[in-house]
């Protein structure tokens, strides 16, 4: 897949990332980390990225509500990480 089209498809991701943190939607942000983010970094060849998705949802139950939403966070952050190198990648 070209940079262009895995920029555009991790901002989609990362937007419902973002619509479910902010309605602290549990659900939707494990099956977004276990299916959408774990497919983009697969494709992506992000293997740390798709391990820490697949392990935020299997490594179940999370001591508390904060600490799984404490890793969501940090999911989060590393995807805008890799769009922030994908969007490097296309201004050279």
């Not at 479910?20 to 980390?33: E, I, M, P, T």
């Not at 490594?59 to 922030?84: M, N, W, Y």
């Amino acid at each position: 897949m070209e940079t262009d089209a895995l920029k555009l498809s991790l901002e989609d991701v990362l937007a419902d990332f973002w619509h479910a943190r902010r309605n602290n939607d549990l659900g939707r942000l494990a099956l977004l980390s276990y299916c959408d983010m774990r497919r983009w970094a697969r494709i992506a060849h992000r293997e740390g990225l798709a391990q820490r998705s697949r392990d935020l949802v299997l490594s179940c139950p999370h001591a508390s509500r904060e600490g799984f939403l404490t890793e969501v966070d940090a999911l989060i952050a590393e995807a805008e990480r890799a769009l922030k190198s994908l969007s490097r990648q296309h201004d050279a």
